[in-house]
């Protein structure tokens, strides 16, 4: 891991979704969501430059990748968000400087996938806060069918000096999307 990055912990939430409305489908829509909680390397103080925050984030999206397709297990990836709570004593800026396209270039070799842009929410947070990380298709941001997200809070997290750092997948659609537009298959069928 790059030396201006120091974790404290993680975590992994999966999330199997096999019913709504009534309504049962048979293969499950997994949901995952990893978290890095790190040291704020910047607390109580304004940096101009925040390359070495995007420099290292490099080696924290190649973690990350692997955390989220461990989490994934053996379902394939169709869409993705990505997120930061940064403690009361930094900036949100700093974990915006964590989730540049340096830090989702690894997850996306990693998913074998990603042309589309991946949506994104930062916010300075005390402790237990909730974030919600919006999510799309990871190919096509028109596939309406992946517009969702996932809903966090982190018990202890973030403390004040620290940077929690999110990327949720999602195995499929939401559950009874009937909005109409662009489809799953019609965008794998245009690769």
Request: glycine fraction near 10%.
């Amino acid at each position: 891991m790059h030396p201006i990055l120091n974790i404290r912990r993680s975590y992994s939430q999966i999330e199997d979704k096999n019913e709504l409305a009534g309504r049962r489908i048979s293969s499950p829509v997994r949901k995952i969501s990893v978290v890095t909680v790190l040291e704020n390397p910047y607390v109580g103080r304004y940096v101009e430059d925040l390359g070495p925050l995007i420099e290292a984030s490099v080696d924290l999206g190649k973690l990350m990748a692997q955390m989220a397709l461990d989490a994934l297990g053996s379902h394939k990836p169709q869409g993705y968000g990505k997120g930061g709570l940064v403690g009361l004593q930094g900036e949100a800026e700093h974990a915006s400087a964590l989730l540049t396209t340096a830090f989702a270039g690894p997850i996306r070799a990693a998913i074998g996938g990603g042309k589309a842009w991946i949506s994104s929410m930062v916010k300075q947070a005390a402790p237990g806060a909730t974030i919600d990380i919006p999510m799309n298709h990871i190919d096509d941001v028109y596939v309406r069918s992946h517009y969702d997200g996932v809903t966090l809070s982190l018990q202890d997290t973030p403390m004040p000096d620290e940077i929690a750092i999110i990327f949720c997948l999602t195995s499929g659609a939401r559950l009874n999307a009937r909005v109409g537009g662009l489809t799953h298959e019609e965008v794998m069928k245009q690769e």
